[in-house]
């Protein structure tokens, strides 16, 4: 069996992340920020992350 490309922990702070900023979205005293913008950029960079360890995994495979 092979090793996850990817640890369980990052994906979980990422979307912990995530579920933070859409939820702080809903709160009025942070109605001024632009929480709708920063977690789609949040969203966009991690999966750009994941694509990279992904790639970076199959690599490894085809290596070996």
């Given at each position: 069996?092979?090793?996850m490309p990817f640890r369980m922990s990052e994906v979980c702070a990422a979307l912990t992340l ?47």
């Open positions: 069996m092979s090793a995530m579920i933070a900023l859409i939820g702080a979205k809903y709160l009025p005293m942070l109605s001024f920020l632009p929480l709708s913008q920063m977690a789609g950029i949040t969203a966009f960079s991690f999966a750009i992350f994941l694509a990279l360890r992904l790639y970076q995994y199959e690599l490894a495979q085809l290596d070996s």
